[in-house]
């Protein structure tokens, strides 16, 4: 077997990616209670922002504060209209919000239109061979999601963390216990919408390609299913359920080449899929962990 | 007395419903007073207006000298009027303690910056909540239940650690919507006895929505009767009894 450790290295990069939408995801919904259906659309911000930087020759780490900054504003800017909706309005909104901005991406041609944007500057050096560069890459990313995780860390291990708690639970008896509950779902949208962003923009260097297409809304609901398995309202979880869902399509992927099957074997990924979301819905619905803490309270 | 609370002519509509019709009442400062009136006649709503869980249509609340109509129900918070809801809505998949810590007034770690940077703030002004939080919980009978998930409590503990969570948010005055609806017997006297024992101790005013006419007339100092939206009637427990448009709206139900 050829190149079996670069796929791994290459499942894990993707892990890490993932990993950290699904914390964002999760700091929205599983802490929060805000349906967000459209993930995508910060990740794509992320991703397109720091691509059009790098690819005009600014180094690797302003495309990524640059990314970072704008799907952080992005994030607050629909949060001011959308926050003061229901929450299953929210969730239309926000899965609107991401093909609105694919399509004007894919029209827009100065923005790369249809085809994207090609060649961007790859944050490993070149000259370096395939399985190295795939091991910086993955150093890189387990640096970006240990950040990532530390600052979920710190915010649903905090008061912060429990008024979001409240806000999820019942957002009318946290106002009235003197919460600005608008202000605490904007900073979390903000904050979230700064992890997709980071998260874009690595893999545009990654990929060093990106079209709009990639950013279909199905991204989106692929992080929901990995909040899913993982566990909603637990952010190791998150990188469990990264790990889970990646590892089984990939597993699926290469198992269809050993099947002979009476269905066309790609769809193969997706029925297995599929399959294992009703399990879990039926038998977990919680997902795999449980919610993470507040606080231990040692010695209460 | 100088008046705490003090509503004028307050009108709150649903369509075609006049839910609180121009009701203008005042509560006097460090009082117990009590509102009832048959179910549909407005008082929920009257808790909701004040609070700030609804806009009022018009007229005005006057809370501790100055207006409070319109205002956010966090900054009424702020102002020191705390409410408790007619269906407990406590947060669920939170435990007890963390239902009572999430009350508190002034909490550092509720800024981002602390939050990120400074967890020893936060840490440090918690442990001295966390006392005050089992206090209260040791005076509910609930400290046993202080680990527990708040939505796994029987009915009655759960009116209770409302209370609580009330009391944690250090209040001028509290609004309560039926504190003893659904509990046994012998604990509505003692839930009123430490309503009497906490305005004494701590000045608190209370302002009750209580359906149970004999444990009102027992416990309060003023009754303020509605019906259909208007207050038809207030005043001493006894002298109500006697109030021909009591007994006709309320009493005459028995």
């Known amino acids: ?300 | 007395m100088a008046h705490i609370l003090k509503t004028d002519n307050l009108t709150k509509s649903f369509g075609g419903l006049l839910a609180v019709n121009n009701v203008s009442i005042k509560v006097d400062e460090g009082s117990i007073t009590g509102l009832i009136g048959p179910n549909g006649s407005g008082k929920t709503t009257l808790f909701n207006v004040i609070s700030g869980a609804l806009k009022a249509d018009s007229g005005k609340t006057y809370f501790d000298g100055k207006r409070i109509d319109g205002l956010p129900c966090h900054l009424i918070y702020k102002a020191g009027l705390v409410r408790t809801f007619q269906v407990p809505r406590l947060f669920q998949k939170m435990t007890v303690l963390d239902n009572m810590l999430i009350a508190a007034r002034g909490l550092v770690g509720e800024r981002l910056t602390v939050t990120f940077f400074q967890s020893w703030a936060w840490k440090r002004q918690e442990e001295g909540l966390i006392k005050k939080a089992l206090a209260i919980l040791e005076m509910l009978d609930l400290y046993h239940q202080r680990k527990n998930l708040a939505g796994n409590l029987s009915g009655g503990q759960m009116k209770l650690l409302e209370m609580g969570r009330a009391l944690m948010a250090d209040p001028k005055m509290l609004l309560l919507d039926e504190p003893a609806a659904g509990v046994s017997p012998l604990v509505v006297d003692k839930i009123f006895e430490k309503i009497v024992e906490l305005r004494q101790s701590l000045g608190l005013t209370f302002f009750i929505i209580e359906h149970r006419i004999e444990t009102l007339f027992n416990y309060t100092d003023r009754v303020i009767v509605m019906f259909k939206g208007q207050v038809i009637a207030e005043g001493k427990g006894k002298e109500l009894v006697e109030d021909p448009k009591v007994i006709d709206v309320y009493l005459g139900e028995y």
């Open chain 1, 1 to 300: 077997m050829v190149n079996i450790e670069n796929f791994i290295l290459d499942m894990f990069i993707y892990v890490g990616i993932f990993g950290v939408l699904s914390i964002s995801l999760n700091l929205e919904y599983g802490f929060t209670g805000l349906w967000n259906f459209g993930k995508v659309a910060f990740y794509m911000i992320g991703a397109y922002t720091s691509a059009i930087i790098t690819t005009l020759g600014q180094p690797f780490y302003i495309g990524f504060a640059a990314g970072v900054v704008v799907s952080s504003l992005a994030g607050l800017l629909i949060s001011l209209p959308a926050l003061r909706l229901r929450e299953d309005y929210l969730g239309i909104l926000t899965l609107v919000f991401g093909e609105i901005i694919r399509i004007i991406l894919k029209n827009e041609y100065w923005l790369g239109g249809p085809l994207g944007i090609r060649g961007i500057p790859s944050i490993t050096p070149a000259g370096l061979d395939y399985t190295t560069t795939l091991l910086v890459q993955l150093a890189s990313i387990t640096v970006i999601a240990a950040v990532c995780y530390l600052v979920a860390y710190r915010l649903i291990h905090s008061p912060f963390g429990r008024v979001i708690r409240g806000i999820r639970e019942d957002e009318l008896a946290t106002a009235s216990l003197g919460k600005n509950t608008f202000r605490y779902k904007a900073s979390i949208f903000a904050i979230s919408s700064a992890m997709a962003g980071i998260a874009g923009a690595f893999m545009g260097q990654y990929v060093t390609s990106i079209t709009p297409d990639q950013f279909m809304p199905f991204v989106s609901f692929t992080v929901w299913m990995m909040v899913m398995l993982g566990g909603f309202a637990n952010i190791e979880g998150a990188f469990l359920g990264a790990f889970l869902y990646i590892g089984f399509e990939r597993a699926a992927r290469i198992a269809k080449d050993y099947l002979l099957l009476p269905i066309d074997p790609n769809n193969l990924m997706f029925i297995l899929t599929g399959l294992l979301i009703l399990i879990f819905v039926f038998l977990r619905p919680q997902g795999l962990l449980k919610e993470n803490k507040v606080r231990d309270y040692k010695g209460v």
